[in-house]
């Protein structure tokens, strides 16, 4: 008996260790789709303009949307090549910028949503949305852009609202990275709006946003730890008929 109590004690200090490590284990993974912009070609920008794209040419994933208002027309985005009209070449990381987007129209409307849902397997639950951003002019008075993140389960019901804030950056020669952690709900509708904030001067010069990442922790499957859980039940079944076994012939 003292054995059998023995490899008992064992197999529940292993079970606990798997589950701990299997909690442990979580990935961090970006929920954003072509979150670089790096996913369109942009072959022929004019002399003044990036290459303007419909939001089902841009966004095959059904990601983004919202595009509001441009000055030339409405329901387009518009996408730069790295280093185009001066635009930094490098990121906050580092790293080359390849593409990015501007968004270029009428100061209070030029607008472009992200729509993320949140996985069912997501711990701890929150999320943190990152990402770059520039202009080429700046608004002293006043934030270059605003950010409004809001959330409703099942995307059904009243959003609740997370952030919604102005942002500036303190360089026009450099992209600035910014953060934002919030709270969400395995199954949340996660919607990020980005857009410029009432400004004089050229209303053109809009804001142009690069790296968009929203970052959450998700954990592997349960079903793996109860595979586990039910192998360790079986060998703790079998070393205890091992143990009656050995008892009944001695």
């Excluded at 109590?5 to 929920?31: G, K, P």
């Excluded at 520039?134 to 997370?162: H, L, M, P, Q, S």
């Excluded at 360089?171 to 709006?193: C, K, M, P």
Aim: proline letters at 2%; aromatic letters at 8%.
């Amino acid at each position: 008996m003292k054995l059998f109590r023995t490899v008992r004690r064992v197999v529940i200090l292993l079970l606990a260790l798997y589950c701990h490590c299997w909690s442990a284990n979580a990935v961090i993974t970006n929920l954003v789709v072509n979150s670089e912009f790096e996913n369109n070609t942009v072959t022929s920008p004019g002399v003044s303009d990036g290459e303007f794209f419909t939001d089902s040419t841009f966004d095959t994933a059904g990601q983004w949307g919202g595009f509001g208002n441009n000055l030339v027309t409405s329901n387009l985005v518009e996408l730069w090549q790295e280093g185009f009209l001066s635009s930094p070449t490098t990121g906050s990381d580092g790293a080359a910028t390849g593409q990015h987007l501007e968004l270029r129209g009428q100061a209070n409307n030029a607008s472009v949503t992200l729509n993320i849902d949140i996985p069912l397997n997501v711990s701890p639950l929150s999320a943190t949305l990152r990402f770059d951003s520039w202009f080429r002019v700046t608004d002293i008075a006043d934030a270059d852009g605003t950010i409004r993140i809001r959330r409703r389960f099942n995307n059904t019901g009243a959003w609740i609202t997370e952030e919604n804030s102005g942002f500036s950056n303190s360089s026009l020669t450099a992209w600035e990275a910014n953060s934002y952690t919030f709270t969400v709900a395995a199954g949340d509708r996660v919607q990020v709006r980005f857009r410029n904030s009432p400004r004089t001067g050229d209303v053109q010069q809009g804001l142009h946003l690069d790296d968009v990442q929203l970052l959450v922790n998700i954990i592997p499957e349960a079903g793996s730890a109860g595979t586990v859980l039910l192998a360790l039940l079986l060998t703790a079944a079998a070393l205890r008929q091992r143990f009656h076994q050995v008892s009944h012939t001695g």
